[in-house]
């Protein structure tokens, strides 16, 4: 397949499914054993595309936050998201010196595609006679800390999936409030990961080999797709629980197990 046709169909698929609880990562890695493999930089930066449309759609939410910061309640708000990334950003590079790598074959993100499905229906209705509860407290900041990392040396997991249900689960029983939470930290994150990937590709001398303009175009897609995927998402969850996206999971987990017996 030509390499720009696949670069786009790689952002659409990032696009669509970075914020949507179904896992982009494990979307992106079968997307690939189909579309050709592509480098870390190339995942990390149409990742951190999607995450630019957040920062687009929250922006009125972000400049309030600079032009409030004295308020204790909009500090006491920065402060959990600053936790929570500095959590995130700790175990990163701890699992990064570690030399993590993700995964070659599919049969593990099948795995945890079923699993995290199961776990959101058993979550929705843990929190479904709850008192709708908006507030974030610190022990969500850190649980949505941890939930960042374990999602990503968990492919399948879904990052947004995690940090959502965790912040759920964990007392922010509101799925609006706990979804906005979730995106608001996922901004610094990704770009603190885009920034790492580009300065090690630098370092290596692996610019010359990157896939740029491919690199661009995905971005843009992906920009593009995340915007109109998230407005959609933020929309539906306002009368709607997750449970479509939990049981689409599960389906795609078990058919990819059936199609791949041997996780090739």
Do not use: C
């Not at 965790?166 to 509101?174: F, H, I």
């Amino acid at each position: 397949m030509n390499d720009l046709i696949s670069a786009i169909l790689l952002g659409i698929v990032e696009g669509i499914t970075e914020f949507l609880p179904v896992s982009s990562t494990g979307h992106l890695l079968i997307a690939e054993r189909w579309l050709g493999a592509r480098s870390d930089l190339f995942n990390v930066a149409i990742q951190a595309g999607a995450i630019l449309a957040v920062t687009f759609i929250y922006w009125r939410t972000l400049w309030s936050m600079l032009q409030n910061w004295r308020r204790p309640e909009t500090r006491d708000y920065v402060m959990k998201l600053a936790v929570a990334f500095l959590i995130t950003a700790a175990l990163g590079l701890v699992v990064t010196k570690l030399g993590f790598k993700l995964p070659e074959n599919v049969t593990p993100i099948a795995w945890a595609l079923i699993a995290g499905g199961i776990w959101m229906i058993v979550a929705e209705k843990a929190t479904m006679n709850r008192p709708d509860q908006v507030a974030i407290t610190w022990r969500v900041a850190i649980l949505v800390g941890l939930a960042q990392i374990v999602a990503g040396i968990f492919p399948g997991t879904s990052r947004s999936a995690a940090t959502i249900f965790v912040a759920m689960l964990a007392g922010t029983s509101n799925r609006a409030a706990a979804t906005e939470f979730a995106f608001l930290v996922g901004i610094p994150t990704m770009y603190a990961a885009t920034g790492y990937e580009l300065l090690k590709t630098f370092k290596q001398g692996g610019v010359a080999g990157e896939d740029w303009t491919g690199l661009g175009v995905a971005f843009v897609v992906s920009t593009l797709v995340a915007f109109v995927a998230v407005k959609w998402l933020l929309g539906y969850i306002r009368s709607h629980k997750f449970t479509v996206f939990a049981v689409y999971r599960i389906v795609l987990g078990i058919a990819l197990l059936l199609l791949l017996p041997a996780g090739g």
